[in-house]
């Protein structure tokens, strides 16, 4: 678990980073903004002591260390409570996972918790320290807007990147040989799963957001929140697009499979085929009956020879004219 602290004012602002809640408290900037922020929650214990520091209800802490919530946003007297899921890559599996983070928005503060180390915050805190657009100048709600607005990026990057894969897919569909490419879906499919149940429940809870009648979110905030509403929309939208285009490859792929297939089926049907007259006549003349005249002929050995290959020759040619071949 890492904590760490920022204070920033339109003057100027800071970082700290702690190793216990206590020490982290005694750096709250209560003239400016502060941000702290909870890397990790394993220790309910501490989770508990920054919540009884900022009268969080218990519900709401159980939320917060319950991460198998969906994003939502509920509004209680003296807070605003977000939750949302950031995508991440883990190093020990392949594929996109996803951890939760919770956001708690006072009118001078914003805690979040967030459920792994490692997020897509850097960007904000430069901004912060080196004062670069207007985050200075908002309140705690802008902040807030920044850290969901760094997440959804986050999702149009993995969201890019899939749709890199996709391509590749399209151009391996064609390629019946290729054994590898539907458990390769299967993982694309499976991200996208999870892509979803974490962007649908989040544009329901943004466009809530934007109705809420709270002090936290002023006039001005509006604009920003309806704008992270579409491209929420917009990430969605890329998701229904990928999980459709994901299905057209598996009926590529299956489609030129069976061609190979028929392919295949086809040239052993003639084969067979070819082969049941020439059977025939191998059958009739190895019964050893006693009285066949044909036996006797000095040149019927060669002539059924020459009669079988005429007939499988025409055959062929027979299976030629009708395209068959």
């Known amino acids: 678990m890492e904590l760490s602290i920022i204070g920033y004012d339109p003057a100027g602002a800071w970082i700290r980073k702690e190793r216990t809640v206590e020490e982290l408290l ?19 214990d501490e989770v ?5 520091a900022f009268r ?8 917060i260390l319950d991460t198998s919530h969906r994003p939502k946003a509920e509004e209680f007297d003296d807070y605003l409570f977000i939750v949302l899921k950031s995508p991440k890559i883990e190093s020990d599996r392949e594929g996109l996972d996803f951890e939760q983070i919770s956001l708690v928005v006072t009118e001078n503060t914003v805690l979040s918790f967030q459920e792994k180390p490692g ?15 207007r985050i200075r100048r908002m309140g705690s709600a802008y902040l807030a807007w920044a850290i969901m ?19 590749e897919f399209e151009e391996r569909a064609m390629d019946d040989k290729d054994r590898h490419i539907i458990p390769d879906i299967q993982k694309i499919k499976q991200d996208l799963i999870r892509m979803r149940r974490a962007v649908w429940p989040l544009r329901e809870s943004v466009q809530a957001i934007t109705r809420l009648d709270s002090e936290l979110i ?21 998701v229904e697009t990928y999980r459709e285009l994901i299905a057209g490859v598996i009926e590529v792929n299956l489609s030129a499979v069976s061609n190979r297939m028929n392919s295949v089926m086809k040239v052993l049907t003639i ?14 003349y190895g019964m050893n009956f006693k009285y066949m005249p044909e036996l006797d002929q000095p040149l019927a050995y060669p002539v059924t020879w020459a009669v079988m290959i005429l007939i499988a020759l025409g055959m062929l040619l027979f299976f030629k004219l009708r395209r068959w071949l």
């Open 56 to 63: 969080i209800h218990p519900l709401t802490v159980e939320d």
């Open 271 to 284: 084969i067979s085929t070819i082969f049941i007259p020439l059977t025939f006549i191998v059958g009739v």
């Open 26 to 44: 005694c750096h709250r900037n209560p003239a400016g903004l502060t941000w702290i922020d909870m890397d990790g929650i394993d220790q309910g």
């Open 149 to 167: 607005d760094a997440v959804v990026d986050a999702y149009s990057v993995f969201l890019d990147s899939i749709g890199n894969g996709i391509e």
């Open 119 to 133: 997020d897509h915050f850097d960007g904000i805190r430069k901004r912060i320290l080196n004062n670069a657009g």
């Open 48 to 52: 508990n002591r920054l919540a009884e």
């Open 218 to 238: 002023g006039p001005e905030l509006i604009p920003f929140f309806t704008d992270l509403h579409g491209n929420i929309i917009q990430a969605a939208d890329s």
